[in-house]
Nanobody, 117 residues
Framework: QVQLVESGGGLVHPGGSLRLSCAAS????????MDWYRQIPGKERELVAT???????NYADSVKGRFTISRDNANNTVHLQMNSLKPEDTALYYC???????????WGQGTQVTVSS
């Protein structure tokens, strides 16, 4: 099985920055892509940032130019650098992994990001 563990969430003022990290363990060879989602209470979980099959990055329109996703394949980690944070970025952020050979999705437990003055 695969375990995903997020870290780096917290409380930050508007305009501030946070860096989220996600470490994968277990059968990491079965993971194709690791990326980031977020969920606000009462709303559906949404994709924040991901990698394409060609290795480029895609972002939700709401975070383009402010968030950067990166990965360290050797250490099975993925990061999300979040700059110029806004109150509307407040959400539970989830690390997600797509199974390489099936439609199985792996999820972390989530890390809370709160942007407030």
């Amino acid at each position: 099985q695969v375990q995903l563990v997020e870290s780096g969430g917290g409380l930050v003022h508007p305009g501030g920055s946070l860096r989220l990290s996600c470490a994968a363990s277990g059968r990491t060879f079965s993971i194709n892509i690791m990326d980031w989602y977020r969920q606000i209470p009462g709303k559906e979980r949404e994709l924040v940032a991901t990698f394409t099959s060609g290795g480029t990055t895609n972002y939700a329109d709401s975070v383009k130019g402010r968030f950067t996703i990166s990965r360290d394949n050797a250490n099975n980690t993925v990061h999300l650098q979040m700059n110029s944070l806004k109150p509307e970025d407040t959400a539970l952020y989830y690390c997600h992994g797509q199974h390489r050979w099936s439609t199985i999705n792996f999820w972390g437990q989530g890390t809370q990001v709160t942007v407030s003055s």
